[in-house]
């Protein structure tokens, strides 16, 4: 069955573009010139993914968002636009959109963010009908130090004797990625992606790593063997200096 996707922007000539790209690549796929015909038409259709442009007239990128998240909270979204900046990254980050992308936007690129959004939407959708966390969940689930530090990553959760910690998902995504792959430096603008699902500029990636980074070093204080694991690298990224036991 063909995956449905809308398009979304009030330029035609990117509307056309961005559908037969898809089109294609054998997805079904519908396009509004604007924000409230994306809405409207949203209401009473199956949209698994959405691309939308940012700068629209009338209802931008972000507000279509903030309804679509209402009225199909399982549909995939990825913004694109050619006018990126901290705070509408920040403020996509909070919508928990999937992707966000720059343009110019090679055809490779938007083919690569759909296939990753439809298959984190079958994710989700698995994990909410019951679906044991092993088969959405990819790597080491269970991590125990040598001090006897339990790290559960499927359920977010760290403790050692008396001491518990619960970890919100982008902080348990920033602490596995980091934790399966001890002394390997990332960038800023990896751990975004890999985090939070989009990608931003060289100059935007710290600022939006940093409260994520500074919250996660602080709930790691508790314990020891954890505590200032996570290193900073000048210029560069984030690097996790410790040792683990499957």
């Known amino acids: 069955m063909k995956s449905n996707i809308l398009i979304v922007d009030d330029e035609p000539v990117a509307r056309q ?3 037969d790209i898809l089109q294609l690549e054998g997805f079904a796929v519908n396009s509004a010139p604007n924000g409230q015909v994306a809405v409207e038409y949203a209401r ?3 949209i698994e993914l959405m691309i939308v442009d940012l700068r629209m007239p009338g209802m931008d990128g972000l507000e279509v968002v903030q309804v679509i998240n209402q009225v199909s909270p399982q549909t995939e979204v990825i913004l694109l636009t050619a006018f990126a900046s901290t705070e509408s990254a920040i403020r996509a980050l909070r919508l928990r959109i999937h992707d966000y992308l720059l343009k110019p936007v090679s055809p490779a690129q938007v083919i690569a963010s759909v296939q990753k959004g439809l298959l984190r ?21 269970q991590i125990i130090l040598t001090d006897g530090t339990h790290i ?5 959760l760290i403790r050692k004797a008396n001491t518990l910690t619960h970890l919100t998902p982008a902080e348990g995504r920033l602490l596995r990625i980091l934790i399966e792959n ?3 430096v990332y960038t800023h603008r990896e751990l975004v992606l890999l985090v939070q699902g989009y990608h931003t500029s060289q100059r935007e990636a710290p600022e939006i790593l940093r409260p994520l ?3 996660l070093r602080y709930k790691l204080e508790a314990f020891p063997a954890l505590a200032d694991q996570i290193s900073s690298v000048r210029g560069t990224g ?7 036991l499957k």
Do not use: M, Q
């Open 17 to 19: 573009s961005l559908s």
């Open 213 to 215: 980074i500074s919250r």
């Open 238 to 244: 984030y690097v996790y200096e410790g040792e683990f």
């Open 44 to 46: 009473t259709h199956p």
């Open 121 to 141: 939407r079958e994710a989700r959708l698995k994990a909410r009908t019951g679906k044991a966390a092993s088969e959405i969940d990819e790597g080491v689930a």
């Open 182 to 184: 001890p002394g390997r």
């Open 152 to 156: 559960d990553l499927s359920r977010r």
